[in-house]
Each structure stands twice: as C-alpha cells, then as structure tokens.
C-alpha cells in the first residue's frame, strides 16, 4: 500500500473485476491510508467468491484490517501481524487539534470492528491490543483468531501420506494401517492413541507464541534505567585493595 508498490484501491478494484472464482491474496505491507485500506476490505468483503488470504511478510497497521477481509486468513511461519493506535499530523488550534482526536478515536473504532467479527475478541481487549501497539507472530496471530491457520503446516503431513503410499506400494503384503486393528490381537499397544497425540502436541510446541507489545518494551526499559539511577545513587562499597597512603610514606622516609 506505500512504497515502491503501492496499491491504490482504484488499481485494486480493477484487478480484482478481472478474476472469477476462488482467489488468493497475498500481503506484504507495513500499512497505509486507513481510508484506502477501508475500500480494499470492502472491495474483498463483497467478492463472490471464497477469498483466501496469505500473509506473505508482514501485515502491519492498515494492511492488518485488510487480512481480516479474508474467508480464510493463513499466514507465513516466518510472518508477522501488527496492530496500533491510527495517527496523522495536525495542525491549529485548540479546537482543530481536538477534531483531530475525534477523528482518530473513531477510525480506531472502524478497525476494530473488523478486527471484532474476525477474532470474536472482546473489544476492551482489542483495545489494549491496539493501545499497547501489539506484534504477533504466526503462532499468536492464530491463538487470538487474527489468523486461520499457520501456512504449510499440512505440508509434512501431505508429505508423511505420501511415503506411506509409497510403502504400499512396495509392500504389498504388509498390513493396511487404515484397517481395524485385531481387539484379541495380545500385541496391540493401548497407548498407541495416547502417543500420536503427544506427539502432535509436541508439533505444535515447537513454535513458540510471541506477542510484543511497545509499552512492554518501555516499561522493561525505564525499569532498568531507574535500577541503574538508584545503583549509582548508593554505590556499593568497593573492596579496598593495594597498598595504603600511610604505608608509601613509611617506606618513602625509609628511604631519606
């Protein structure tokens, strides 16, 4: 939406009337003019078809509200999502300034309706989201609903049924794995259920969620700075080390 490709919702449009069926839409963007943003999710709100949206990079800002248009919102295991406060740059007096801030209040409100029916948030805590300026990655963007699903995740499971077949294949006399299992058969594991869940929950472990929040950072930061203050405000006492100033003259005089 910015940059050296920039979208206008125009452009947009244009491009969109040309497709029929299913799309996908791929987003890479740190964002821009939250009005323009607003026509391009009405533009992909109101397409026929399913509309799958893939956050390539980064969906951050406007660009964020525009994923939530998706039917399908996946994003990249290396993307991120990011939410904030909408700003602008004003100018006058006390009353323009105050209109300003009016205006702002209210485009954050439209976003959060999207952000609402996307993730069935409370909004209070869509809010503090916005407020706090919040970062997420792939794994956080799906735990709060910003997102569907973690793209390729299916792809080792495709990839695992694929060399199953392929085992068939090669062995024909082996049994069916898809087959019920002999329930007098005394060598059958019992926990064999219990061990492919563990296993699965431990996939899913290996990404790590993560949410950073900018006034995280700063209270993290002004807390150690006023550690450091009051450290060097009361220093502790240092071991006395050396030779002392009454011992050097001593030997001094010795020398005389």
């Known amino acids: 939406m910015v940059g050296g490709d920039e979208v206008t919702p125009q452009l947009f449009k244009d491009d969109l009337a040309k497709c029929s069926g299913n799309i996908s839409v791929w987003i890479n963007s740190p964002g821009g003019d939250v009005f323009a943003a607003a026509q391009i999710y009405n533009a992909l709100r109101d397409y026929k078809g399913k509309v799958t949206v893939k956050i390539d990079s980064l969906a951050a800002s406007a660009a964020s509200f525009i994923a939530m248009a998706g039917d399908e919102v996946q994003i990249s ?36 309706n999207a952000y609402e029916e996307k993730t069935g948030l409370r909004r209070n805590k869509i809010t503090q989201l916005i407020e706090d300026e ?73 990404m790590t969620s993560m949410l950073f929040t900018r006034k995280t950072a700063y209270n993290s930061f002004f807390a150690k700075v006023k550690e450091e203050s009051k450290r060097k405000k009361d220093p502790k006492p240092q071991p006395t080390t050396g030779t002392k100033a009454s011992e050097l003259r001593r030997r001094l005089y010795d020398l005389i």
């Open 77 to 112: 295991p290396v993307g991120m999502l990011m939410i904030h406060n909408p700003w602008t740059l004003a100018a006058g007096d006390r009353n323009d300034l105050q209109k300003a801030i009016d205006i702002l209040d209210e485009v954050r409100e439209a976003t959060i």
């Open 134 to 206: 919040t970062w997420m990655n792939a794994k956080k963007a799906v735990e709060l609903g910003f997102a569907d699903k973690i793209m390729f995740s299916d792809k080792d499971k495709d990839d695992d049924e694929d060399e199953g077949e392929d085992e068939k294949e090669k062995n024909p006399f082996e049994p069916n794995p898809d087959e019920p299992e002999n329930p007098d058969d005394p060598d059958k594991d019992d926990d064999d259920e219990d061990e492919d869940d563990e296993d699965e929950k431990k996939k899913l472990d290996n």
